[in-house]
């Protein structure tokens, strides 16, 4: 599937990271020397996406701002012959086309997608949300596209987790079709542990069609007035079926405090300058006695 543009839903408040979070976008936040989101960008980018569409509120604009040209910060690092840094920084420049969409309101991760209706098109998008960091080769997002090539129908990733963790996750009830495939037959939005379907929870990768953006924009909203992309999911099961997948990689949730720093440490491990000396440190620490 030419899977050519992607929806970044970041418009949340990102109170988790209260303070830190209070002038800086939450995505902005750096996992070693990179910003979170870009990490989710660039796994896009590697499948094939040419068009980034964020979804952004109030104060989220430095977010397109990391993702376009900065002359004046090229031309000081060429004048200071910083190389390599410049090289770097019109990488990220040049790496994806940006286009911003706002949610005036938080009215929930449905209405966010669906802001992005008038620049989508007909075509099959990706939806790839920020708090999830999947790093690893092939790309995560790749292999639904893959999926969705196959079938000619949407596709959601999904992992299982603990039994008494899936009430934090969206959920599926399947049928498995081959090896971490399942046609999915109902989709349960946060259940509670005794009454979820299975313990596969759902990811923050979607692979959607047109079809699918136009079921959920007639999906009323919940109790909470907020319109859930899992119940225009499931709605859209009576059209058609949609698919369940793992994918490959390892996944880091970077909307929570304790999993951003393993993500930083995992990461930090495996970069080429920092990892060898990195280690030697964490060897360093964890020898040490545990201080109350």
């Not at 929930?108 to 007909?122: F, I, R, Y």
Request: glycine share 8%; proline share 8%.
């Amino acid at each position: 599937m030419n899977l050519r543009r992607a929806v970044f839903p970041v418009a949340g408040y990102g109170t988790r990271f209260l303070p830190a979070s209070k002038a800086i976008p939450k995505e902005l936040l750096p996992i070693v020397d990179k910003p979170a989101v870009q990490y989710v960008v660039e796994e896009a980018v590697a499948a094939g996406v040419q068009t980034a569409i964020f979804v952004t509120a109030e104060g989220k604009s430095p977010i397109e701002d990391h993702f376009d040209r900065n002359l004046r910060l090229e031309a000081f690092l060429a004048e200071r012959g910083k190389l390599d840094l410049l090289d770097t920084v019109r990488r990220v420049g040049s790496m994806v086309q940006v286009v911003a969409v706002r949610q005036k309101e938080a009215l929930g991760l449905g209405h966010a997608v669906l802001q992005a209706a008038p620049v989508l098109g007909e075509e099959p998008f990706a939806v790839l949300l920020g708090d999830d960091i999947i790093v690893g080769d092939p790309p995560a997002i790749g292999r639904l596209a893959d999926l969705a090539h196959e079938t000619g129908a949407p596709v959601i990733a999904v992992m299982e987790v603990p039994r008494d963790e899936i009430r934090h996750y969206g959920c599926i009830a399947g049928d498995l079709v081959q090896p971490g495939v399942w046609r999915v037959r109902d989709l349960v939005e946060k259940p509670e542990p005794a009454k979820a379907p299975s313990s596969l929870a759902i990811i923050g990768r979607y692979v959607l069609t047109h079809a699918v953006l136009q079921t959920l924009a007639a999906t009323p909203p919940d109790r909470a007035g907020e319109i859930q992309l899992t119940e225009g999911l499931r709605r859209s099961l009576a059209a058609g079926p949609i698919y369940a997948c793992t994918f490959p990689g390892r996944r880091f949730d970077a909307g929570n405090k304790a999993d951003f720093l393993r993500a930083t440490v995992e990461i930090a491990l495996e970069h080429p300058e920092l990892g060898v000396g990195f280690r030697r440190m964490l060897e360093e620490l964890l020898g040490q006695p545990a201080r109350a």
